[in-house]
C-alpha cells in the first residue's frame, strides 16, 4: 500500500460520508424510532412540568387566600362572644331612658356603648340595625309576622335583636318581626 493509499483510507475512517460524499452532513442521520420517541417523552415531561408549576401557583394563590381569610375573620369567636354584651348595654340604655332621675346613668352607658361600637367598627365590625327596611333572608332571622296595614307588606317591622357583618360577612343575624299583607 501506497503512502497516498493509508492516508485517504485513515480519511475515510475518521470522517464518515452521509453517501453524498459531504462528510458535514454525515452526522444527520434519518430520524430513528427512538429519536421520535426521545422527542415524546421530553414533550410529556415538559407538559408534567407546566402542570406541576401551575398546580404550586394555585397551591400558593389558595394558602395565601386563606392566610388573608384567617386574619380578617379570626376574631369571629371573641365576636360572637361580645355580642350579648352589646345587647345588654342596648337595654341597659333603653331601660335607664324608661326610668325616672336614672338620666345620669342612661347617658354614661349609652356613651360607652358608643365607644364600644366606634370600637368594634374601626375592626370591620358592621351593625344591622334593619328597621323599616325590606326582609332579606341573606341577613335576618324572621322571628315572627305581623299583619299591619300601615306598613308595607314583607319589611321589618321591629328589631328584636340587631345583627352585625364583619369584613361584609354575615356573623350574627339580626332577629326581626316581618310584617304580611292584612288578610281580608
Not at 352585625?164 to 339580626?174: G, H, M, Q
Request: net charge negative; hydrophobic share 35%.
Amino acid at each position: 500500500m501506497s503512502e497516498n493509499e493509508n492516508i485517504e483510507t485513515q480519511n475515510s475512517e475518521q470522517m464518515p460520508e452521509d453517501g453524498n460524499g459531504d462528510p458535514e452532513n454525515s452526522e444527520q442521520v434519518s430520524e430513528s424510532p427512538e429519536a421520535g420517541g426521545l422527542e415524546a417523552e421530553l414533550a410529556k415531561t415538559k407538559d408534567q412540568l407546566l402542570r406541576t408549576i401551575a398546580e404550586s401557583e394555585n397551591i400558593r394563590r389558595r394558602a395565601s387566600r386563606d392566610v388573608e381569610n384567617a386574619h380578617k375573620f379570626a376574631v369571629e369567636k371573641l365576636l360572637n362572644g361580645l355580642f350579648p354584651v352589646l345587647d345588654s348595654l342596648e337595654k341597659a340604655v333603653e331601660t335607664a331612658n324608661q326610668t325616672e332621675g336614672a338620666e345620669a346613668i342612661a347617658e354614661g352607658v349609652e356613651l360607652s356603648l358608643k365607644m364600644f361600637i366606634s370600637t368594634l367598627e374601626s375592626s370591620g365590625v358592621a351593625q344591622i340595625d334593619p328597621l323599616g327596611e325590606p326582609f332579606d333572608p341573606q341577613q335576618h332571622e324572621a322571628m315572627a309576622m305581623v299583619p299591619n296595614p300601615d306598613a308595607e307588606p314583607n319589611s321589618v317591622m321591629e328589631v328584636m335583636q340587631k345583627g352585625y357583618l364583619l369584613n361584609e360577612r354575615l356573623v350574627r343575624a339580626a332577629k326581626v318581626i316581618v310584617t304580611k299583607a292584612a288578610d281580608s
